[in-house]
């Protein structure tokens, strides 16, 4: 077991511990310290640099236009596959959806994500926090994600898209699942490393929501 190891990852990322010493955890993180990622706001601003309607975005990215609206108005939190399709069709990265105006891209970066403070984008599935959101055109994007979904039924497809990506239990336990391999069961210390492009989906299995850490490429 890695549980005191694990332990300190979760505080240390920011993720406050849900330990006996209360809800801000044994270090006293202070919850609720997410920053909004405005990702409607943000598409609207790049769809009207291209001077393109909704329409012509729907033709670029092959993201419906009523999606594009509903995004742009905040009235829905797109899964990570459409984000990816988003930053395609727009040609910038993902990163770049959420990283301010003047994201970091000189030599010899560093990014400094503190406790609680990553970028926010949650599903029915996924409570997902970017990592490093401040840099931009990075070769993989890391992502701390409290996994809501209990079953595949909670998922109205599963997730496949370009690029590999690595996943790291830091908490609970999951079942994940990919299209060409058994399901299998992962609990704390437990890691998977996929073809993106490979169908996938993961589920909590532990009495609480399991705490994963994603590393995507592309």
Same mark, same amino acid.
């Given at each position: 077991?890695?549980?005191?190891?694990?332990?300190?990852?979760?505080?240390?990322?920011? =993720?406050p511990?849900?330990? +006996?010493?209360? +809800?801000?955890?044994?270090n006293? @993180?202070?919850?609720?310290?997410? @920053?909004?990622?405005?990702?409607?706001e943000?598409?609207?601003?790049l769809r /009207?640099e291209?001077?393109?309607?909704?329409g012509?975005?729907? /033709?670029?990215?092959?993201?419906? %236009?009523?999606?594009l609206?509903?995004i742009?108005?905040d009235?829905?939190?797109?899964?990570?596959?459409?984000? /990816?399709?988003l %930053?395609?069709g727009?040609?910038v990265?993902? =990163?770049?959806?959420?990283?301010n105006?003047?994201?970091? *891209?000189a030599?010899?970066?560093?990014?400094?994500?503190l406790?609680?403070t990553?970028? $926010?984008i949650?599903? *029915?599935v996924?409570a997902?926090?970017?990592?490093?959101?401040?840099?931009?055109?990075?070769? =993989?994007? +890391? @992502?701390?994600?409290?996994?809501?979904?209990?079953?595949?039924?909670?998922?109205?497809?599963?997730? $496949?898209?370009?690029?590999?990506?690595?996943?790291?239990?830091?908490?609970?336990?999951?079942?994940?699942?990919?299209?060409?391999?058994?399901?299998?069961?992962? *609990?704390?210390?437990?890691? @998977?490393? =996929?073809? $993106?492009?490979? /169908?996938? %989906?993961?589920?909590?299995?532990?009495?609480?929501? %399991?705490?994963?850490?994603?590393?995507?490429?592309?």
């Amino acid at each position: 077991m890695i549980t005191t190891d694990a332990t300190k990852c979760v505080t240390n990322l920011g =993720i406050p511990h849900k330990g +006996p010493t209360g +809800p801000t955890g044994p270090n006293g @993180v202070v919850q609720n310290r997410k @920053v909004p990622h405005r990702l409607g706001e943000r598409l609207k601003k790049l769809r /009207q640099e291209r001077r393109w309607t909704l329409g012509e975005a729907g /033709q670029h990215t092959g993201v419906a %236009a009523s999606t594009l609206s509903k995004i742009e108005n905040d009235r829905m939190s797109p899964t990570f596959d459409v984000v /990816q399709k988003l %930053a395609t069709g727009f040609d910038v990265s993902v =990163i770049e959806f959420f990283a301010n105006n003047t994201g970091l *891209q000189a030599s010899g970066r560093r990014s400094l994500t503190l406790a609680g403070t990553g970028r $926010s984008i949650e599903t *029915q599935v996924y409570a997902n926090q970017l990592l490093a959101s401040d840099l931009v055109h990075k070769k =993989i994007v +890391p @992502v701390l994600t409290r996994v809501k979904a209990r079953s595949l039924e909670d998922f109205d497809e599963l997730s $496949s898209h370009d690029g590999e990506e690595f996943m790291f239990v830091l908490e609970g336990a999951v079942f994940f699942h990919t299209e060409l391999y058994e399901p299998v069961h992962m *609990q704390e210390g437990d890691s @998977v490393y =996929i073809d $993106s492009g490979m /169908q996938h %989906a993961c589920y909590s299995v532990s009495k609480e929501d %399991a705490l994963v850490l994603w590393m995507y490429t592309g």
